[in-house]
């Protein structure tokens, strides 16, 4: 769908691990009761906070530079997948956003990640992960080759799954376009989405694999993306539909509705079936509630004349369901702007 970037990052992939500006991710809470949920909760937000002062101060007093920090990558030794995540994060940090057009540093981790795509121990597979993380941030297309054979069906399932990710976060920098038109990318994209398995288990890791697809290909967009969207709608991996709903969506496509329509309904025991606790279980069913409702908007949007009626229906009927008051807040907002496209385009 032609619709503005600003537009595509108010939405949230499913997706186990969030990386990117859109996402309905997979929720994992803690296993115990709520209690210790409400305790553990403030005591992570509180670790991540230390835990990203003593990387950046780390970084400080290391006197090295981003450049030497690839280069030790690229030669190994201890801690190495560490300093990967370090730069991943430094990508991220609007500080260090020059680092995002440095062609050499691009360049070396693409060449760090090629170099250990073959290999099959933990430490080796999570420097891959961070190698993926931190190719996805870049504003330049040198580390997309990697990304490619990464996201290929030859590399551990995490590392795979992450440079898929990875390249759904590069593309809105690199432009549509250039993204439809490089055959690597696509012909990855499109065996992820296809990747399959006999079973049904909701942690079936190419269901993930499948969802995370899903995810890319709505972001790329595109004839061939569409059409392996359309696919995936289809998918007996819950996740997976709904993001093949909310990417089709995205570009305008009105056969997002009978997906949409299922992401609405606040009865649908599918949306929470890989959800162990009553946590997740709200958690999980009101993001997928919220990201149903905004991709109404973003369909109607990208496509004006499409029929939305029934979609409007399934909004106005979450407004008497028993579902958090922030849930219905949004659908009011969405329905007041829906309004207002449906009466701009009446009147061209």
Avoid at 257 to 270: A, I, S, V
Avoid at 336 to 346: G, Y
């Amino acid at each position: 769908m032609p619709v503005s970037e600003d537009a595509a990052e108010q939405q949230q992939p499913v997706r186990p691990v969030p990386a990117t500006e859109d996402v309905l991710p997979n929720v994992t809470p803690p296993g115990a009761g709520f209690i210790l949920q409400l305790f553990l909760i403030p005591l992570i937000i509180v670790t991540i906070i230390v835990s990203l002062y003593l990387m950046f101060s780390w970084f400080a007093h290391m006197g090295g530079s981003p450049a030497k920090l690839a280069a030790e990558i690229d030669r190994g030794g201890n801690a190495t997948w560490q300093k990967a995540a370090t730069l991943a994060d430094l990508l991220r940090n609007p500080q260090y956003e020059y680092l995002k057009k440095d062609k050499k540093l691009a360049q070396s981790l693409a060449h760090s990640l090629e170099a250990r795509l073959d290999k099959t121990d933990e430490e080796q597979i999570s420097l891959c992960v961070f190698l993926s993380r931190a190719l996805g941030e870049f504003y330049i297309d040198d580390g997309l080759p990697a990304l490619c054979l990464a996201a290929g069906p030859d590399t551990a399932p995490d590392v795979r799954r992450t440079a898929v990710e990875a390249i759904a976060v590069l593309a809105p920098s690199l432009g549509r376009e250039k993204m439809q038109n490089n055959r690597q990318v696509m012909a990855v994209l499109k065996k992820a989405a296809t990747a399959n398995t006999a079973g049904e288990d909701p942690q079936d890791e190419l269901g993930v694999l499948r969802q995370t697809a899903a995810f890319a290909l709505g972001v790329v967009g595109g004839d061939e993306a569409i059409a392996a969207l359309n696919v995936l709608l289809a998918d007996a991996y819950p996740n997976a539909r709904y993001n093949a709903a909310t990417g089709l969506a995205r570009n305008g496509d009105i056969r997002a509705k009978e997906g949409l329509l299922e992401m609405l309904d606040p009865n649908n025991e599918q949306v929470v079936a890989d959800e162990s606790n009553e946590y997740g279980v709200k958690f999980k069913r009101g993001l997928v509630l919220i990201n149903a409702i905004r991709s109404v908007e973003l369909l109607a949007r990208a496509n004006p004349g499409a029929d939305v009626s029934e979609l409007k229906a399934a909004i106005k009927r979450l407004l008497e369901a028993d579902i958090n008051t922030n849930i219905k807040l949004n659908a009011r907002e969405v329905l007041d702007r829906l309004k207002s496209i449906e009466a701009a385009s009446a009147a061209h």
